[in-house]
């Protein structure tokens, strides 16, 4: 669906928890507001961003001061500012004025709990934006992004929400939708699958998500769909090694996965000697998966897969800055969940990936198998998915991404 000069575009609240350069709201929300690159041509936004609320305004002093974007932006773009989510959706006023709402929770300083998991205030700022809606007696698409939140209960409870009042729920990393290497990789829809690793690196939360994502864009295609996962564990240090050598990890996937990353022998040696966290996921139909964290040896996310008659292994590819390119396609289907008042493809992949991540981070300390019978969680995937990047060659530009 695309619009026409008589066709008005939807209009979103944008609702984010802080937004400098290079920020979720930055990569995101920017282009909403001014527009991005597409098919090699500079295009306006599907939607029209019609107004913002930033709760962290100012600088981020994380590892170096960040300053606030988004005074400047939503200025120059003539895009009002309000102070609460409610404010926002109302346009400064009673009621819900917009069609749709975006809320990217990501970055910001917020605190850790004991597991180390960021405290996002992802189903706060959800609860904000649904409360309002129900209260004015009028529902719109919402997006999340990335996780729908640290704790499990939480997102189930946000999923639930949507489901209830029939409110259209998008949410995930943009790592599935980003190029692939080779190009096209997919798993053969229908086909059984019997093993999956994929091979990532950064914080074993935030950047594990991410790799939980690319693994599951591939383990959903699988003969049956998804039924969910029974177990968790997260491994580190020796135990972690161990398992890339005793059978635990799927040796020859996890090479396969290392191999489209196109890592020097001596980083592959690393990879292999010391892997940062390894989660291991067990499904309820018997797939065995694990996401093998190898920070300070690759740059890059990579799943590889096999089944009796199959096998798939790609990389994951995400285009480093100033352009962060992968984040467009995660713009298209928010646009166009905008335009259609329907998800592109079942937020039941993302509350499974924040189950297992809400789970792994809990085994995190000490090790232990998490028996998870709350994420017996049953979808079938969208077998094609518009606007991605995994049919179209990747750009000419280093590896690298967030």
């Known amino acids: 669906m695309t619009t026409t000069a008589t066709q008005r575009r939807p209009r979103v609240a944008i609702i ?94 917020y605190e850790e709990n004991e597991f180390g998991q960021k405290l996002y205030p992802r189903r706060r700022l959800f609860d904000a934006v649904v409360a309002t809606m129900i209260g004015a007696g009028r529902t719109v698409p919402v997006f999340t992004d990335k996780h729908l939140a640290w704790s499990f209960a939480d997102a189930h409870a946000m999923y639930e929400v949507a489901r209830r009042h029939a409110i259209p729920l998008l949410a995930g990393s943009s790592v599935p939708l980003a190029w692939r290497e080779p190009t096209g990789s997919e798993w053969p829809l229908g086909a059984p699958m019997t093993d999956a690793v994929g091979v990532c690196y950064g914080s074993t939360e935030a950047y594990g998500f991410h790799s939980l994502e690319g693994i599951q864009v591939f383990a959903e295609r699988r003969a049956g769909g998804e039924s969910g996962v029974r177990s968790v564990r997260t491994l580190t240090g020796a135990a972690a090694a161990r398992a890339l050598t005793d059978g635990t990890v799927d040796a020859e996937l996890f090479e396969r996965a290392l191999a489209t990353l196109q890592v020097d022998p001596r980083s592959a040696e690393e990879a292999r000697r010391a892997p940062q966290a390894v989660f291991l996921i067990e499904y309820l139909d018997g797939l065995r998966a694990a996401s093998v964290n190898c920070q300070g040896a690759v740059a890059g996310f990579a799943t590889a897969a096999r089944g009796p008659a199959d096998e798939a292994a790609a990389q994951l590819w995400l285009q480093g800055g100033p352009e962060y390119g992968h984040f467009i396609f995660l713009v298209r289907q928010i646009e166009s969940m905008m335009l259609a008042r329907r998800t592109p493809y079942p937020v039941e992949r993302t509350l499974l990936t924040t189950g297992i991540l809400a789970a792994a981070m809990r085994s995190l300390r000490g090790g232990a198998r998490l028996d998870t019978p709350e994420l017996a969680i049953s979808y079938q995937p969208t077998a094609h998915v518009p606007d991605t990047g995994v049919q179209l060659p990747v750009p000419g530009a280093p590896a690298g991404g967030q």
């Not at 001061?65 to 939503?74: H, K, M, Q, Y």
């Open 16 to 109: 984010a928890t802080t937004w400098f350069t290079d920020s979720h709201a930055d990569v995101i929300g920017t282009r909403l507001v001014q527009g991005y690159s597409w098919a090699g041509h500079r295009i306006d936004p599907r939607v029209e961003v019609a107004s913002v609320y930033v709760e962290q305004l100012g600088a981020h002093a994380g590892e170096r001061l960040r300053p606030d974007i988004a005074v400047e932006l939503t200025d120059r773009h003539g895009v009002p500012r309000y102070p609460s989510a409610a404010e926002a959706i109302g346009l400064g006023r009673g009621g819900v004025n917009v069609d749709g709402v975006v809320i990217i929770g990501e970055h910001g300083d």
